[in-house]
């Protein structure tokens, strides 16, 4: 019978033991969420950074580009000539102007960011690099 009771006080003490070691790693791994939470939202704050600086970086190249005079871009294949022209307005606007085969037309326009005119500018030098053409 001594026996019996002591099993009995054992499963006791482990059930006891059990039940402190359970709550130990509940309170644990609530720390760990508010620090998994606190690590998103660094992370978050550093990719929104560093997209942001990406634009400002976009930005400042599309003005270095305008002012090294990029905004007119012949393109040359044999005898085929194609010139791209930013048009800058003041206040911000811009036009994109595509010339083929003699063939003068507004291909894009923005009402106020520049940048928009520089980066269809590129694309179109680029399409036309990839296709054979020789720009300047």
Known sequence: MVKKMGKSALAVSIGALLGA???LSGCASQGKHSTE???E???EKTEAATEATQ?????SEAKKTAAAGEDHVECVSG???RVIHVERKEGGGCEVHYTKFGQKEVVASATQD???????RDRIRT???NAGFSCQ
């Open 21 to 23: 070691v359970l709550m």
């Open 55 to 59: 634009e400002e970086s976009k930005k």
């Open 127 to 129: 399409n036309l690099t």
């Open 79 to 81: 005898d085929d000539k």
């Open 41 to 43: 939202t660094k992370a």
């Open 114 to 120: 520049q940048n928009h005119c520089s980066q269809i």
């Open 37 to 39: 939470a606190k690590a």
